[in-house]
């Protein structure tokens, strides 16, 4: 793997390997001693246009625990307006000899330019970019759902036929959009629920149904919902009337909670609006995944760093 | 060189063979043209001769944005483009908004020679929709501007576009409107649909030129007034001119030639090359745009050239600026998009890119017919050329153009502006050269 940009071009065997390699990241992050000598004398950049403490320590943490050197870029603000441009960033950073760039930035695309323009050739990884994509978190929310479904047997298998009902700020989400294309791949079945004005203007094209009625989407009992954060700014821009409206109609309050299945997983990437979008005792319970979702994160993190950093250099993906 | 030129053996618009002589200015004479004593013989044989070309929409960026263009640059591509007079955009700094910047602007599209440079004037003062600027202040100048224009902004306040469009009335002006609803495109990156919801760009909404659209040919039925639509981009606005045209309203539209050619499909990849406003359509747009164009609805081609630096470029998406240059390549996309798919005759190229922009936008001495006693503007262009698309072809300043790479037919030849070659062989005429001659013709008293 040369970059990891998007879940949109994985493969199913891909995204597989991927997945079963970090079950081997996390078996590691059992023992006592918590590191692998793999990457060492690489230098992983974790370029941060945009504020997400959480993301940028955990690829620092599965930088460390495979032995990179990790630097911390935060130019936060766009680019434009600190003066200077990604194209100057990323020479810097290959003039420092950076093998691996984990970028983040509020531009839809900002990876994929970087990956493509010939500025630096080190490794990318998106770690988030605009409204467009976030493909390791949806690697990790799928390895999530797949532990919580098959535990130690894990290995080797995908999500033929898991229902998952994803609620929230479709339009803006890179979360949503990372894991329509990667849980299409693994043979999931996706609803997406959110109010009219969160759902683009036309998702004919995507691998999922579109549902505006939350209490329709859960009368099943689906495998997995994935509660999405909205976002302070939406309650400005007329998307929805405010936030009790909101919570009422697209949050999953304890009422909606307590008619789900004892099996049905709770997902949430987080940082949680508790009382709005998920209601505290649905993200404190046994079914909620999001402490293992953090967890999880630090593995799959690895195994992309491990694939990307390690070895041969393979094409562009 | 010598002032006068015998151009020999062209092919018409209409399709006939003829020699056409230049001398003074002026055509003095076509059909068989025998020697003519001390007359420059161009050779045109098997190129198809047009009427000087007319752009209603250039940006030349000079004064205030000289890294990117100037009037001189600006006027060395429209002539590799094969133009012969362009109307320069008002969003330059200063903003082309009182007099004495239409003139600046006038005297120096005349100093460098190599084509009409004629003003278009600011809507509103700083382009900012709040107040009128002095329009008849900048009619009656020594620049004569009837074209007025906030051109990247909408003059979004229904009250000043309708006072805009009745107060030009007065000296037989018209507002060129760039029709985008502001709030429905707040930080609008692509066209939205299918394409924007995947890549997670903002989307530009048809809706939102449409809507604007209707409202102004509303506007302009109401008060009497003539209208015209810049760079129109989407086939719902098309049946709104359609309707608007039929009901006897006074609104004309133009279209790039980008816009009759490149769809959205290009964003894909994220290459700022592609960014546009209005941005690039789907498929379905392009089409009714070429039919539009060639039933008439649409009246011409204007190339919005837009040269921006190679930083501004060179960023992700969300930060680059947009626009592309097409002064050089609008012909051959033209040719490409309308006569070789058959849509259109040479004919009709001459009258879209040639007679029609000159009458909206008042100017004289251009887009007239090929015949004795018309003003010596004129175009050669070789129809059977086809090359790939390269820097070489680009004589302004600036480098971003959507065509590098990209194999298009044609190519101009040998451009005339006032009996004067600023193109020959295909190669820009130098500055000096053009300048002096240009001088010697205004001394003359011969200004066209």
Redesign the interface.
């Given at each position: 793997m040369r970059h990891l940009l998007s879940t949109r071009d994985l493969s199913r065997d891909e995204a597989i390997a991927l997945l079963d390699v970090a079950e081997d990241m996390a078996a590691v992050q059992e023992r006592e001693v918590k590191k692998l000598p793999t990457l060492r004398g690489r230098t992983v950049v974790n370029l941060f246009f945009e504020d997400s403490t959480r993301t940028r320590i955990s690829f620092e943490a599965a930088a460390k625990r495979l032995s990179a050197d990790v630097i911390n870029f935060s130019a936060k603000g766009?680019?434009?307006s600190k003066g200077e441009?990604?194209?100057d960033t990323a020479q810097t950073l290959q003039a420092m000899g950076a093998d691996g760039v984990v970028i983040r930035?509020?531009?839809?695309?900002?990876p994929?330019?970087l990956a493509?323009?010939g500025w630096i050739d080190a490794g990318v990884v998106n770690a988030g970019?605009?409204?467009?994509?976030h493909p390791t978190q949806a690697l990790l929310d799928a390895f999530t759902m797949r532990r919580r479904l098959h535990g130690d047997a894990s290995r080797g298998r995908d999500l033929d036929g898991v229902r998952v009902v994803v609620v929230g700020d479709i339009?803006h989400s890179?979360v949503a959009?990372s894991n329509v294309w990667l849980l299409e791949t693994l043979g999931a079945d996706v609803t997406l629920v959110a109010p009219p004005t969160l759902v683009?203007?036309?998702?004919?094209?995507?691998p999922a149904t579109i549902e505006y009625d939350l209490d329709r989407a859960l009368a099943d009992g689906p495998d997995v919902v994935m509660m999405l954060r909205i976002q302070a700014e939406r309650m400005h821009g007329a998307f929805f009337p405010n936030s009790r409206e909101y919570a009422r109609t697209w949050g999953l309050d304890d009422h909606r909670f307590a008619q789900l299945p004892e099996t049905t997983m709770v997902m949430h990437p987080g940082p949680m609006n508790r009382g709005l979008e998920i209601a505290a005792r649905a993200a404190d319970s046994t079914q909620s995944t999001v402490r293992e979702q953090v967890a999880n994160g630090v593995s799959v993190r690895m195994a992309a760093l491990y694939l990307l950093l390690s070895g041969e250099r393979g094409e562009a993906r | 060189m010598s002032e006068s030129f015998l151009v020999r053996g062209a092919t018409l618009p209409t399709g006939e063979r003829a020699d056409i002589l230049l001398d003074g200015g002026r055509i003095a004479e076509v059909g068989t043209v025998a020697d003519a004593a001390g007359a420059t013989v161009v050779d045109a044989d098997g190129l198809v001769a047009l009427p000087g070309l007319v752009d209603l929409h250039t940006h030349l960026r000079e004064p205030g944005y000289e890294q990117s263009e100037t009037v001189l640059t600006g006027t060395q591509a429209a002539a590799a483009g094969g133009f012969t007079a362009v109307f320069a955009m008002a969003n330059t700094f200063p903003v082309a908004d009182t007099a004495g910047v239409v003139e600046q602007e006038l005297s120096l599209g005349e100093a460098a020679g190599y084509a009409t440079v004629q003003p278009i004037g600011a809507v509103t003062v700083g382009l900012k929709g709040e107040r009128l600027a002095e329009l008849g202040a900048m009619a009656a100048s020594r620049a004569r501007v009837r074209v007025f224009s906030d051109d990247g902004f909408c003059v979004f306040d229904p009250l000043l576009m309708r006072r805009a469009l009745e107060y030009v009335k007065a000296f037989d002006g018209v507002i060129a409107q760039h029709a985008q609803e502001p709030r429905l495109t707040q930080g609008a990156?692509m066209n939205?649909?299918?394409l924007?919801?995947?890549?997670?760009?903002?989307?530009w909404?048809a809706v939102a030129e449409e809507s604007i659209i209707a409202r102004d040919v509303l506007l302009a039925e109401h008060v009497g007034s003539r209208l015209h639509v810049c760079h129109v981009s989407t086939a719902g606005s098309v049946e709104v001119i359609r309707w608007a045209k039929a009901r006897g309203i006074d609104v004309t539209a133009e279209v790039t030639p980008h816009h009759l050619l490149l769809t959205e499909d290009l964003v894909a990849?994220?290459d700022p090359r592609y960014k546009v406003n209005p941005p690039l359509r789907r498929q379905e747009d392009v089409e009714a745009l070429r039919a539009a164009l060639a039933d008439g609805t649409i009246d011409i081609v204007a190339t919005d050239h837009a040269p921006h630096p190679v930083?501004a470029k060179?960023?992700?998406?969300?930060?680059a600026a947009n626009g592309m240059v097409g002064l050089e390549s609008a012909l051959s996309v033209v040719q490409q998009a309308m006569v070789d798919s058959g849509l259109m005759g040479w004919a009709d190229v001459a009258r879209v890119l040639s007679e029609t922009p000159a009458r909206i936008g008042r100017l004289a001495g251009h887009g007239e017919p090929i015949a004795v006693g018309s003003a010596a503007e004129l175009t050669l262009v070789d129809p059977a050329a086809s090359s790939e698309f390269g820097t070489d072809r680009l004589a302004g300043r600036s480098v971003n153009s959507p065509y590098l790479g990209r194999r298009l037919p044609g190519r101009v030849v040998a451009t005339f502006h006032r009996g004067v070659p600023t193109l020959l062989d295909g190669a820009v005429r130098p500055a000096d050269e053009v300048a002096e001659a240009s001088a010697r013709l205004t001394d003359g008293g011969a200004r066209g």
């Amino acid at each position: 793997m040369r970059h990891l940009l998007s879940t949109r071009d994985l493969s199913r065997d891909e995204a597989i390997a991927l997945l079963d390699v970090a079950e081997d990241m996390a078996a590691v992050q059992e023992r006592e001693v918590k590191k692998l000598p793999t990457l060492r004398g690489r230098t992983v950049v974790n370029l941060f246009f945009e504020d997400s403490t959480r993301t940028r320590i955990s690829f620092e943490a599965a930088a460390k625990r495979l032995s990179a050197d990790v630097i911390n870029f935060s130019a936060k603000g766009s680019s434009v307006s600190k003066g200077e441009s990604l194209k100057d960033t990323a020479q810097t950073l290959q003039a420092m000899g950076a093998d691996g760039v984990v970028i983040r930035h509020p531009s839809s695309g900002a990876p994929f330019t970087l990956a493509t323009s010939g500025w630096i050739d080190a490794g990318v990884v998106n770690a988030g970019d605009g409204t467009h994509e976030h493909p390791t978190q949806a690697l990790l929310d799928a390895f999530t759902m797949r532990r919580r479904l098959h535990g130690d047997a894990s290995r080797g298998r995908d999500l033929d036929g898991v229902r998952v009902v994803v609620v929230g700020d479709i339009l803006h989400s890179r979360v949503a959009r990372s894991n329509v294309w990667l849980l299409e791949t693994l043979g999931a079945d996706v609803t997406l629920v959110a109010p009219p004005t969160l759902v683009p203007v036309d998702v004919s094209g995507w691998p999922a149904t579109i549902e505006y009625d939350l209490d329709r989407a859960l009368a099943d009992g689906p495998d997995v919902v994935m509660m999405l954060r909205i976002q302070a700014e939406r309650m400005h821009g007329a998307f929805f009337p405010n936030s009790r409206e909101y919570a009422r109609t697209w949050g999953l309050d304890d009422h909606r909670f307590a008619q789900l299945p004892e099996t049905t997983m709770v997902m949430h990437p987080g940082p949680m609006n508790r009382g709005l979008e998920i209601a505290a005792r649905a993200a404190d319970s046994t079914q909620s995944t999001v402490r293992e979702q953090v967890a999880n994160g630090v593995s799959v993190r690895m195994a992309a760093l491990y694939l990307l950093l390690s070895g041969e250099r393979g094409e562009a993906r | 060189m010598s002032e006068s030129f015998l151009v020999r053996g062209a092919t018409l618009p209409t399709g006939e063979r003829a020699d056409i002589l230049l001398d003074g200015g002026r055509i003095a004479e076509v059909g068989t043209v025998a020697d003519a004593a001390g007359a420059t013989v161009v050779d045109a044989d098997g190129l198809v001769a047009l009427p000087g070309l007319v752009d209603l929409h250039t940006h030349l960026r000079e004064p205030g944005y000289e890294q990117s263009e100037t009037v001189l640059t600006g006027t060395q591509a429209a002539a590799a483009g094969g133009f012969t007079a362009v109307f320069a955009m008002a969003n330059t700094f200063p903003v082309a908004d009182t007099a004495g910047v239409v003139e600046q602007e006038l005297s120096l599209g005349e100093a460098a020679g190599y084509a009409t440079v004629q003003p278009i004037g600011a809507v509103t003062v700083g382009l900012k929709g709040e107040r009128l600027a002095e329009l008849g202040a900048m009619a009656a100048s020594r620049a004569r501007v009837r074209v007025f224009s906030d051109d990247g902004f909408c003059v979004f306040d229904p009250l000043l576009m309708r006072r805009a469009l009745e107060y030009v009335k007065a000296f037989d002006g018209v507002i060129a409107q760039h029709a985008q609803e502001p709030r429905l495109t707040q930080g609008a990156q692509m066209n939205e649909g299918a394409l924007s919801g995947e890549l997670g760009l903002a989307g530009w909404p048809a809706v939102a030129e449409e809507s604007i659209i209707a409202r102004d040919v509303l506007l302009a039925e109401h008060v009497g007034s003539r209208l015209h639509v810049c760079h129109v981009s989407t086939a719902g606005s098309v049946e709104v001119i359609r309707w608007a045209k039929a009901r006897g309203i006074d609104v004309t539209a133009e279209v790039t030639p980008h816009h009759l050619l490149l769809t959205e499909d290009l964003v894909a990849g994220y290459d700022p090359r592609y960014k546009v406003n209005p941005p690039l359509r789907r498929q379905e747009d392009v089409e009714a745009l070429r039919a539009a164009l060639a039933d008439g609805t649409i009246d011409i081609v204007a190339t919005d050239h837009a040269p921006h630096p190679v930083e501004a470029k060179e960023s992700e998406w969300d930060a680059a600026a947009n626009g592309m240059v097409g002064l050089e390549s609008a012909l051959s996309v033209v040719q490409q998009a309308m006569v070789d798919s058959g849509l259109m005759g040479w004919a009709d190229v001459a009258r879209v890119l040639s007679e029609t922009p000159a009458r909206i936008g008042r100017l004289a001495g251009h887009g007239e017919p090929i015949a004795v006693g018309s003003a010596a503007e004129l175009t050669l262009v070789d129809p059977a050329a086809s090359s790939e698309f390269g820097t070489d072809r680009l004589a302004g300043r600036s480098v971003n153009s959507p065509y590098l790479g990209r194999r298009l037919p044609g190519r101009v030849v040998a451009t005339f502006h006032r009996g004067v070659p600023t193109l020959l062989d295909g190669a820009v005429r130098p500055a000096d050269e053009v300048a002096e001659a240009s001088a010697r013709l205004t001394d003359g008293g011969a200004r066209g």
